[in-house]
């Protein structure tokens, strides 16, 4: 999740088209991390990636 807010933030500054280019860079390094997998089946699961979370917690 860190890494995509950081490559948003670095595109704020950059043209269309340098932007893209960034984004084709890390992209794979991204869809390729265990955190991406882990909240893509918890999305799958739940429809919710911080749901898994949120499930875990003891109520109070």
Do not use: T
Request: with cysteine; aromatic share 4%; glycine share 8%.
């Amino acid at each position: 999740m860190a890494a995509i807010k950081q490559l948003v933030c670095q595109g704020l500054g950059l043209s269309l088209a340098a932007a893209m280019q960034v984004e084709r860079a890390v992209l794979p390094e991204i869809l390729g991390s265990v955190d991406y997998a882990e909240r893509l089946a918890a999305f799958a699961e739940s429809g919710n990636p911080g749901l898994r979370a949120l499930r875990s917690r003891p109520r109070i």
